[in-house]
């Protein structure tokens, strides 16, 4: 089992910037990768961003590319999510997302990858 707990969201104006992060816990050594997911009010769960656990590598969705940089610190088992030059359309709950399951690196955008998942934390942007 691997515990995700975020924290970091709140609301800031447009143009703003906020810091997520991810601790995990449990059997985290079991991660392959991380991720970040939002979801908007009547929206389905849109991939943000993710990273291998052990290469570092990264990925965004086109939406956030070049403003929300993802990075890890494997010694203290976080996952962080830096957020820059936010826009009313990044509102939303935003969610950690861990996969203990080897998957090739073009499915770390989709939800069902990923079997485990932290509560969420909201993040609104003001226009």
């Known amino acids: 089992q691997v515990q995700l707990v975020e924290s970091g969201g709140g609301l800031v104006q447009a143009g703003g910037s906020l810091r997520l992060s991810c601790a995990a816990s449990g059997r985290s050594s079991t991660i392959y990768y991380m991720g970040w997911f939002r979801q908007a009010p009547g929206k389905e769960r849109e991939f943000v961003a993710a990273?291998?656990?052990?290469?570092?590598?990264?990925y965004y969705a086109d939406s956030v590319k070049g403003r929300f940089p993802i990075s890890r610190d494997n010694a203290r088992n976080m996952v962080y999510l830096q957020m820059n030059s936010l826009k009313p359309e990044d509102t939303a709950v935003y969610y950690c997302a861990a996969g203990t399951v080897y998957r090739r690196s073009d499915y770390y955008t989709y939800p069902t990858s990923y079997n485990y998942w932290g509560q969420g934390t909201q993040v609104t942007i003001s226009s």
């Open positions: 990273i291998n656990w052990s290469d570092g590598r990264t």
